[in-house]
């Protein structure tokens, strides 16, 4: 539709098309990642997605993702009979959850052996101490010797997405008791990165100080009244998630997943 973009389930006009992409466009430029700890980075992904935000590019300011999220949230509530409120609590839980993959003894080596790389390649002391649980370390996409060190280092750093969805799967299941939210939750943190992600997951083995940072990390979330009980700190490689993610004939189940991974997405960016 001209007026409305494509349309999900409704037949649209046959003459018009979208319009084409201008080719030769610039390719964005990112300012280089800062290391933060896993508690930090959620913090600011809850204040994006709470309040509202100066976009630079367009030169206006952005209404809360959180406003953004309301009117189709309500929506969803009602026609799937959901208490009020349901759509955020779901995005807040998974906001504090979908990063867990990275409490991992060996995704927080790598971090901590990238930040003495980095240290030497900068000539600045840019080590982190043990107890220090990354979220994001420093990388600089546009250094070519940073990025020939990622690409050494690459096979070092174990995947996190699909191990976060495994750690978190059950849990969700517990706080919302619905398959439909729980299942689009857990295909939001499984392809919060990629939405190609199949689901099958490597071995996993949080980090002992990890295994206490959950509950901060709902607090960071503002996710209120929910027990820390039933995510899983070890397991084995498997593909428990894959029978957890959404199945797209089910309307809920899709509608559900694709608002909420545009909001975790954005929020996580």
Same mark, same amino acid.
């Given at each position: 539709?001209?007026? =409305?973009?494509?349309?999900?389930?409704?037949?649209?006009?046959?003459?018009? =098309?979208?319009?084409?992409? =201008?080719?030769?466009?610039?390719? %964005?430029?990112?300012?280089?990642?800062?290391?933060?700890?896993?508690?930090?980075?959620?913090?600011?992904?809850?204040?994006?997605?709470?309040?509202?935000?100066?976009?630079?590019?367009?030169?206006?300011?952005?209404? +809360?993702?959180?406003?953004?999220?309301?009117?189709?949230?309500?929506?969803?509530?009602?026609?799937?009979?959901?208490?009020?409120?349901?759509?955020?609590?779901?995005?807040? +839980?998974?906001?504090?959850?979908?990063?867990?993959?990275?409490?991992?003894?060996?995704?927080?080596?790598?971090?901590?052996?990238?930040?003495?790389?980095?240290?030497?390649?900068?000539?600045?002391?840019?080590?982190?101490?043990?107890?220090?649980?990354?979220?994001?370390?420093?990388?600089?996409?546009?250094?070519?010797?940073?990025?020939?060190?990622?690409?050494?280092?690459?096979?070092?750093?174990?995947?996190?997405?699909?191990?976060?969805?495994?750690?978190?799967?059950?849990?969700?299941?517990?706080?919302?008791?619905?398959?439909?939210?729980?299942?689009?939750?857990?295909?939001?943190?499984?392809?919060?990165?990629?939405?190609?992600?199949?689901? %099958?997951?490597?071995v996993f083995k949080a980090d002992?100080?990890?295994?206490?940072?959950?509950?901060?990390?709902?607090?960071?979330?503002?996710?209120?009244?929910?027990?820390?009980?039933?995510?899983?700190?070890?397991?084995?490689?498997?593909?428990?998630?894959?029978?957890?993610?959404?199945?797209?004939?089910?309307?809920?189940?899709?509608?559900?997943?694709?608002?909420?991974?545009?909001?975790?997405?954005?929020?996580d960016q």
């Amino acid at each position: 539709s001209s007026e =409305t973009g494509f349309r999900l389930g409704v037949c649209g006009d046959p003459t018009w =098309t979208s319009p084409r992409r =201008t080719p030769g466009k610039k390719r %964005e430029v990112f300012p280089p990642y800062r290391r933060e700890t896993l508690v930090e980075h959620i913090r600011r992904m809850t204040r994006v997605y709470d309040y509202p935000f100066y976009d630079w590019t367009k030169q206006k300011e952005r209404r +809360s993702l959180a406003d953004e999220l309301a009117f189709a949230g309500r929506g969803l509530e009602q026609r799937c009979g959901w208490p009020s409120g349901t759509m955020d609590r779901l995005v807040r +839980s998974i906001i504090a959850a979908h990063d867990l993959g990275k409490l991992d003894v060996r995704w927080q080596g790598w971090a901590h052996r990238w930040q003495e790389k980095v240290s030497k390649m900068r000539d600045e002391d840019m080590t982190i101490p043990d107890s220090y649980l990354a979220g994001h370390t420093d990388y600089d996409g546009d250094n070519e010797a940073e990025k020939a060190a990622n690409r050494a280092m690459r096979h070092m750093r174990p995947n996190h997405a699909a191990e976060s969805a495994r750690a978190a799967a059950n849990w969700l299941m517990d706080q919302f008791q619905d398959q439909v939210l729980a299942r689009a939750a857990v295909t939001a943190i499984v392809r919060h990165h990629n939405a190609g992600t199949h689901g %099958e997951h490597g071995v996993f083995k949080a980090d002992a100080a990890g295994l206490a940072l959950f509950p901060e990390l709902l607090r960071e979330a503002r996710v209120e009244d929910v027990t820390p009980g039933g995510v899983v700190w070890s397991f084995t490689a498997g593909a428990e998630v894959v029978n957890r993610l959404i199945r797209p004939g089910y309307d809920e189940e899709l509608l559900v997943y694709l608002l909420i991974v545009r909001v975790l997405r954005l929020a996580d960016q």
